[in-house]
C-alpha cells in the first residue's frame, strides 16, 4: 500500500496484490503480465462505485478529465464481418469512430458496441470496461495523449475500483496501436 500518484485516494496498491477491486479478465492478465514495464507499476485504487462514471468519479476523487482516461468499445463492420476494438482516449475527448477509427480498421461503418454486447463479450462491468483483459485478438487502440500521461486512471473491469496507469503501460499493451487525433 502506498500513497496514488494523482489524485485524492485513501491509499494505492499493486494492482496484482488486489484481485478483489478487478473484474476476473483483468487480474488474469496481470497476473500473466509480460509487458516491458512492471506489473507493479499498474496501481488500483478501491472507490465507490455509485461514482464510477467520468465526471462524478473526477470531481469526487479529484482527478481532471486530463488524467483520467476512457475505454469506449467498438464494433466495426465490412460486409458480415464484425471486428471489435477498444479506443482509449482522454475524458476531456471523444473517440473519433466514424473517422479515424472506421478507417483504421478498414470497415464500411464504426459506432460503439451496444452496451449488452460489450459486457457479455468482455467479461467486465459497464463503466468498468478496460484495456486491460481484453480478448487477444481485438485491437487496442489508445490515443497518443493517453500514451504520453506519467500517469492515467482507466476502469478496472468493475464499477468499484480504479486503476491508476503510467500512460506507456497502455501503449504496450497486446494489440495496441497508438494513434495521434484518436480523441477529439
Same mark, same amino acid.
Given at each position: ?108 461503418? !464504426?459506432?460503439? @458496441?451496444?452496451?449488452?454486447?460489450? *459486457?457479455?463479450?468482455? #467479461?467486465?462491468?459497464? /463503466?468498468? $470496461?478496460?484495456?486491460? +483483459? ?9 490515443? !497518443?495523449?493517453? @500514451?504520453?500521461?506519467?500517469?492515467? *486512471?482507466?476502469?478496472? #473491469?468493475?464499477?468499484? /475500483?480504479? $486503476?491508476?496507469?503510467? +500512460? ?17
Amino acid at each position: 500500500m502506498s500513497a496514488a500518484p494523482i489524485g485524492n485516494f485513501e491509499a494505492a496498491w499493486p494492482a496484482v496484490d488486489r484481485a478483489d477491486l478487478l473484474a476476473a479478465p483483468v487480474a488474469q492478465a496481470l497476473a500473466a503480465w509480460t509487458g516491458a514495464e512492471p506489473v507493479t507499476s499498474v496501481l488500483v485504487v478501491d472507490t465507490d462505485p455509485d461514482l464510477a462514471d467520468t465526471g462524478n468519479f473526477g470531481q469526487a476523487y479529484a482527478v481532471a478529465p486530463e488524467l483520467s482516461a476512457n475505454c469506449v468499445i467498438v464494433a466495426a463492420k465490412r460486409g458480415q464481418d464484425v471486428t471489435y476494438a477498444a479506443c482509449l482516449v482522454l475524458a476531456s475527448t471523444r473517440a473519433d469512430v466514424n473517422g479515424l477509427v472506421r478507417k483504421h480498421l478498414g470497415a464500411r461503418k !464504426a459506432s460503439f @458496441a451496444p452496451m449488452d454486447e460489450a *459486457v457479455a463479450l468482455t #467479461g467486465m462491468q459497464y /463503466g468498468g $470496461i478496460t484495456p486491460i +483483459g481484453l480478448p487477444e485478438d481485438w485491437p487496442v487502440l489508445v490515443d !497518443a495523449a493517453v @500514451a504520453d500521461t506519467p500517469y492515467v *486512471v482507466i476502469g478496472s #473491469g468493475n464499477r468499484r /475500483g480504479k $486503476i491508476l496507469v503510467p +500512460g506507456k503501460v497502455l501503449a504496450g499493451l497486446p494489440g495496441a496501436t497508438v494513434l495521434e487525433s484518436l480523441g477529439v
